[in-house]
Nanobody, 127 residues
Framework: VQLQAFGGGLVQAGGSLRLSCAAS????????MGWFRQAPGKEREFVGA????????YYGDSVKGRFTISRDNAKNTVYLRMNSLKPEDTAVYHC?????????????????????WGQGTQVTVSS
C-alpha cells in the first residue's frame, strides 16, 4: 500500500485541524494505521493508531483526549482530528501502515512494524 498524508497547515493555539492519509490498493482494511510526528531535533513520536477494522484505537499520552483517529475503509483513508492544539504539537506528521498482529499497545508504537509510510505533512501551531 502507498500512503499520502495531507491537511497540515498553520493554526493558532487552541485551534483544530484534520489530517487525512489516503492509501492506494485494495488491501487497506488489512492494515493497522498509525500516525507519528517528528519535531525538529527530536525523535519520531507515536501519536495514535487504529486497527484495520477500526474498532480499536490507541493514543500517545501527550495527545490523549485531544486527538481522535478514525478511518473509512470504503474510501481507503485514515484521519487524525486534532483539537485544542498546542505549540508543542508543531511537527511533521506521518501516517504509517502495518499488518502486524496482535494490534496492541506496545506493537502500535514500534516504527519497524510499519512497512508503509506517507511523506508527511507539516503542522505548525502558533502561540
Amino acid at each position: 500500500v502507498q500512503l499520502q498524508a495531507f491537511g497540515g497547515g498553520l493554526v493558532q493555539a487552541g485551534g483544530s485541524l484534520r489530517l487525512s492519509c489516503a492509501a492506494s490498493g485494495r488491501t487497506f482494511s488489512t492494515y493497522n494505521m498509525g500516525w507519528f510526528r517528528q519535531a525538529p531535533g527530536k525523535e519520531r513520536e507515536f501519536v495514535g493508531a487504529i486497527s484495520g477494522s477500526g474498532d480499536s484505537t490507541y493514543y500517545g499520552d501527550s495527545v490523549k483526549g485531544r486527538f481522535t483517529i478514525s478511518r473509512d475503509n470504503a474510501k481507503n483513508t485514515v484521519y487524525l482530528r486534532m483539537n485544542s492544539l498546542k505549540p508543542e504539537d508543531t511537527a511533521v506528521y506521518h501516517c504509517a501502515g502495518g499488518r502486524f498482529t496482535p494490534f496492541q499497545t506496545v506493537a502500535v508504537r514500534v516504527r519497524s512494524f510499519h512497512n508503509a509510510w506517507g511523506q508527511g505533512t507539516q503542522v505548525t501551531v502558533s502561540s
